[in-house]
């Protein structure tokens, strides 16, 4: 299975293609956490790409294609894989058709995680992440304590809010979402890949939805 999750920050890409793995055993490719790692490294390409993150902009084309290039080359990516993140505009989805055409793996559906800007907002501030296990939760919805502390790992590691959750950045983000990642729903319904579903709701529901609409190739999978 080879999918795109389409969607505004926080409307669960990283939690669905969890469930995602579990289910069909391919690799989650996010370009975020990528980015972030090579950050937490502090290599040349991290520092590069640090400021356009903590400022809720998109990093250079070029740096996420040779990434993205780098990675689906991996041996795990042969069998599919589910892009979190990737493409966010025009010039990364044309570069993808064209490296998927070269290596003649087409992408099978594009699911579009469609959901109110409010509970964006909401899902957003209240995310913690662990950053030993990386484990993703939510103040608003998981029992963490006070602070919050994974559950995950044995030494209950403290929780940290990711710096691009912010108030003032997650309004950025929302921006750039709509000038440049907004108009690839249309570019992706031209080519017949589109898939609506609705993103609200608890996870388990929201991922009933996506199977139907993956499975079942409809139109909208709400
Ligand atoms: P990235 O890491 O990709 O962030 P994003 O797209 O903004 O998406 P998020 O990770 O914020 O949200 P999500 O949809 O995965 O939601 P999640 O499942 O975590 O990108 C970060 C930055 O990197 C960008 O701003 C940019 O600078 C750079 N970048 C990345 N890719 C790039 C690219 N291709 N080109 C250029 N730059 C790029 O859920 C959010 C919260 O909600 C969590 O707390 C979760 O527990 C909770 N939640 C999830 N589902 C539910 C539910 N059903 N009910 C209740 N709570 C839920």
Known sequence: MRLILLGAPGSGKGTQSQK???????????????????????????????????????????????????????????????????????????ALGALLAEIKAPIDAVVLMDIDTNVLFRRLTGRRVCPKCKRVYNIYSDALG??????????????????????????????????????????????????????EGSVDDVFARIERAITGGAKSGT
């Open 146 to 199: 006070d602070p919050p502390r994974c559950t995950n790992c044995p030494e209950r590691t403290l929780l940290v809010q990711r710096p691009d959750d912010r108030e003032d950045v997650i309004g950025n983000r929302l921006k750039v979402y709509a000038a440049e990642t907004q108009p690839l729903i249309e570019y992706y319904a031209e080519q017949g890949l589109l898939r609506h579903v609705d993103a």
């Open 20 to 94: 995602l793995i579990e289910r069909y055993g391919v690799p989650q490719i996010s370009t975020g956490d990528l980015l972030r790692d090579a950050c937490n490294r502090g290599s040349p390409l991290g520092l590069k790409a640090k400021a356009a993150m903590a400022a809720g902009k998109l990093v250079d084309n070029a740096i996420v294609l040779g990434i993205i290039r780098e990675r689906l080359a991996e041996p795990d990516a042969r069998g599919g894989f589910i892009l979190d993140g990737f493409p966010r505009n025009r010039v990364q989805a044309d």
